[in-house]
């Protein structure tokens, strides 16, 4: 069973007198265990795919399927309930709170589940120590590089030891060398089994994935796996990294 499965999936806004589509007739299947990246031009529906996947936001037409249950018409809670218990979310702004410490900040989804402070920051503890900053734990955001910021972000993500992973542009705002090993983190998060989902803007990143999606004019235009690519495929990267597209 897909993990993952988007059936004719629509998201319009009213522009004044206009629709806008931003997501136009989108179907997917993404399986447990896969890694896979949404690449696409400005505009092109890449943010607004990964907040319909994470259920940050419901489709207008169309049906989601997580783990099997249709969760599309789900209520605000229930979104929330979802989004707690299966996913986990990595933003390029990393989204700490400047006054807590590394440990804190990971502890955090823990509060709102009830867990006594004991547990939570143990928990917390070993996720960051997974993270290789088992040395950071009382350093606050303002005290560490993007990258430290970074591996903070991801094992607040993996606190609550969900399936899936929603990666934002988890490295935009890093030189290539932190890049590089925050992906070889979420290499290995996928290889202990979590499904990654991340939007990049980056090919090199992109093609550090197993699965590769394009999107243009808020549809799918290619999907390609990792050694698999097409000349189509191959070429949209090459315009992305070229920055030759509108």
Known sequence: ???IELKDIMKTYQMGDSVVHALYHVNLKIE????TSIMGPSGSGKSTMMNILGCLDRPTSGEYFLDGKEIAGYDDDELAHTRNAKIGFVFQNFNLLAKLTAQENVALPLVYAG???EERM?????????????????????EMSGGQRQRV???RALINNPAIIMADEPTGNLDTKSSYEIMDIFKKMNESGKTVVMVTHEPDIAEQTKRILVMRDGQLVSDERSGGRTDYAAKELQQMRDGTQS
């Open 122 to 142: 143990e928990r917390a503890k070993k996720a960051l120590e997974a993270v290789g900053l088992g040395d950071r734990l009382e350093h606050k955001p303002m």
């Open 115 to 117: 867990v006594d402070e």
């Open 153 to 155: 972000a991801i094992a």
């Open 1 to 3: 069973m897909s993990v």
């Open 32 to 35: 447990p265990g896969e890694f």
